[in-house]
């Protein structure tokens, strides 16, 4: 019996981790940790865990294999590396941490303990990337050189005045919370690490207009008390170079008067592809290539992939036949690398040289 311990009783805890791992077969969730004690208490009830914490370190002393982290992103870096140092495996929420330095004494963490660490991006397990990966790996592509990654919001600040608008906790607004998957899914479908330049900006025009988006659902708030505040950017966006001289241009946002939705584009000198919103039926992956001298689309078959059990199944198979995550070490810290570098030069007016 593997038994896992979460720290964070919030909405992806809820909706996410806590229901998929009681799916598996040899998994039990013995413990859950939150400093909110209504939710803690309701989540514990609901979910049938038998242990409760209102302090992490406690949790992490447990007779526990591995921990899952859902904190508020200012936590993640520091509760990875207390809990490999104290014997166990970790899956840690996204953004991993807020600075490359938090980046490398995780991984440093994970030479020394020998534990699995693995980042949680769903959008790994998708079937469009899935397949696209694949293509990647194959040479379909050729040589690619320009990626392009958007998730935009029309209305939609998660949990306005809780942790994720608060800039201590958060570290930032859209580009942490939501930009992050989009540019972890480009970059490891095209198999890019290494940012060299980044060029970033944020804007702030919503402050006053601050409108909750519904995310957590209402029924995963119990006991929360928000401040109403507004602390992090609306919008973000930055252009990146890498080390042989590939592009990616990236932006987030909760709020602003745009289309609305996620996609991301592969540009390659052999074929290119367009990823929409998987949400969206109407617009489904597409690829551009050039077939006998013919420019063609070719529109695959894509299968339906709950996501989040097939992430949550991947940590457990790594615990069990003691295999490396699907997330690597490089390419974590690139993205920290590209969100941190937005951030920073949006604040120096300059461009972050690594």
């Known amino acids: ?53 209102t302090n992490w370190e406690e949790l992490i002393e447990e007779n526990l294999d591995a921990v899952v982290i859902c904190s508020p992103n200012a936590y993640h870096a520091i509760q990875s590396i207390k809990a490999m140092e104290s014997g166990k495996h970790v899956l840690c929420e996204k953004p991993i941490c807020l ?51 958007s998730y935009l919001r029309r209305r939609g600040i998660p949990g306005l005045g809780t942790w994720f608008t608060n800039k201590k906790l958060a570290g930032g607004g859209p580009m942490m919370d939501i930009g992050v998957h989009m540019i972890d899914m480009v970059l490891y479908i095209a198999g890019l690490t290494e940012p060299k330049i980044v060029y970033g900006a944020t804007f702030e025009k919503f402050k006053d207009k601050a409108i909750d988006g519904g995310w957590p659902p209402v029924d995963t708030r119990k006991g929360d008390k928000p401040t109403g505040k507004m602390e992090v950017e609306d919008l973000s966006c ?35 592809a367009q990823l929409p919103d998987p949400l969206d039926s109407k617009n489904p992956v597409r690829i551009y290539t050039e077939t006998n001298g013919v420019l063609s689309d070719i529109i695959p078959e894509v299968p339906k992939i709950d996501v989040y059990f097939e992430e949550i199944k991947h940590f457990v198979e790594c615990i069990k036949e003691g295999k490396d995550p699907i997330t690597k070490k490089e390419e974590i810290i690139s993205v920290v690398k590209i969100i941190e570098g937005i951030y920073k030069s949006a604040e120096n007016n300059e461009p972050v040289i690594y």
């Open 1 to 53: 019996m593997i038994k896992i311990g979460i720290i964070g009783a919030g909405g992806i805890s809820q909706v996410a981790h806590i229901p998929n791992l009681q799916k598996i077969e040899g998994v039990k969730v013995e413990a859950i940790c939150d400093i909110n004690k209504e939710k803690l208490n309701y989540v514990a009830d609901k979910f049938n865990i038998p242990k409760k914490f």
């Open 99 to 149: 600075t490359v330095e938090e980046a490398y004494q995780i991984f440093d963490t994970v030479e020394k303990t020998k534990k699995i660490f693995m980042g949680a991006f769903p959008r790994r397990f998708l079937g469009e990337t899935i397949i696209l990966k694949k293509l990647v790996d194959d040479g379909f592509f050729g040589e690619i050189y320009y990626l392009k990654a």
């Open 238 to 272: 930055g252009f990146v170079k890498f080390k042989n001289g590939e592009v990616l241009f990236v932006e987030a946002s909760w709020a602003g008067n745009s289309e609305t939705g996620l996609k991301g584009s592969i540009f390659g000198t052999k074929a290119g």
